[in-house]
């Protein structure tokens, strides 16, 4: 199910209420500038994302001209999946549809879903859950990126509303510490 209520304000997942949130924050830098992010802190961030959703992968995302650019990324350890890189293209995964979307969205299992059961990361990477949030830039709302965890375990329907929350509760966080900002024409 692709739930499209939204995130209450204050009302956290308790998937959230349950992780511990290191401190990505002390790694910003006083300025954020797109054409060089801060990768060790974004990297630290999508590890926060990962662990908060207990998925082995979390993904800060910035749409490029030309592709999606992995700002941070939190690949799995110890274990046989394969490593995401830093950069791909818009025809693969499902963080360009939650740009359209400009909410929350989540497929609790990717393969239930004609219109995305046929999308390459799913069998280049064994996406079978994912969740994302678009990161809206302020002055033209639309979204510059995205903040999503992915997973190659389908999750129980059930648990989509509390993933959408999460996903939406980490996004808001991360625009409210670094503020993905065009200035005004």
């Excluded at 801060?38 to 749409?63: E, M």
């Excluded at 490029?64 to 830093?86: H, M």
């Excluded at 129980?156 to 024409?185: C, F, I, K, N």
Aim: charged share 15%.
């Amino acid at each position: 199910m692709n739930d499209t209520s939204g995130p209450r304000a204050g009302q956290p997942s308790a998937l959230l209420a349950q992780s511990q949130l290191p401190d990505w924050q002390a790694q910003l830098p006083a300025g954020f500038d797109p054409a060089a992010p801060p990768i060790g802190a974004l990297d630290a961030f999508a590890q926060t994302v990962a662990d908060a959703a207990r998925t082995p992968y979390g993904i800060v995302n910035l749409f490029g001209e030309r592709e999606q650019v992995f700002v941070g990324v939190a690949n799995p350890t110890g274990s046989d999946l394969p490593l995401l890189g830093r950069s791909m293209p818009y025809t693969h995964g499902f963080c360009p549809h939650v740009a359209t979307l400009g909410q929350p969205f989540v497929l609790h299992d990717t393969l239930a879903y004609a219109e995305f059961a046929s999308n390459p990361v799913i069998d280049e990477f064994g996406v079978r859950f994912y969740a994302g949030a678009p990161l809206i830039d302020e002055h033209t709302n639309k979204a510059r990126g995205t903040v999503c965890f992915i997973s190659p375990e389908p999750q129980p329907r059930s648990t989509a509303r509390e993933y959408w929350q999460l996903v939406g509760h980490l996004g808001g966080l991360l625009m409210d510490a670094l503020p993905l900002r065009t200035q005004p024409q």
